[in-house]
């Protein structure tokens, strides 16, 4: 199997879960994960706390910004880029459509 798609966005702009995907806490699976209507992707650890913060409002930098706010003293940034242009490469999410 490759590696996963990974395509770039404007990181000041805001992203958010894209249509038909749903980001929720699932206690079968004890982790946070994206449901779809063909299936299930499991979020353990970090890309949990990541995407909790796709709500629209928030650009990755603003994600980036507010993680090591929460978790002072690390580098964050290049592990939350590789995590959301995958995302973004699956589908996963989008930058918001202006309204």
């Known amino acids: 199997m490759g590696q996963p798609q990974r395509i770039a966005f404007d990181h000041d702009a805001p992203i958010e879960i894209a249509k038909y995907y749903r980001f929720q806490w699932e206690p079968a699976q004890d ?3 994206i449901l779809y209507p063909e299936g299930m992707v499991k979020l353990p650890g970090s890309s949990g706390e990541i995407m ?3 709500d629209g409002t928030r650009s990755l ?3 980036i910004t507010e993680l090591e706010q929460q978790f002072p003293g690390v ?3 290049a592990d939350v ?3 959301l242009e995958v995302a973004h490469g699956n589908g996963w999410i ?3 459509a202006p309204r």
């Open 31 to 33: 982790c946070h994960v």
């Open 52 to 54: 909790k913060r796709v």
């Open 61 to 63: 930098n603003g994600i």
């Open 75 to 77: 580098d964050l940034r």
């Open 81 to 83: 880029v590789d995590f």
């Open 94 to 96: 989008r930058p918001k």
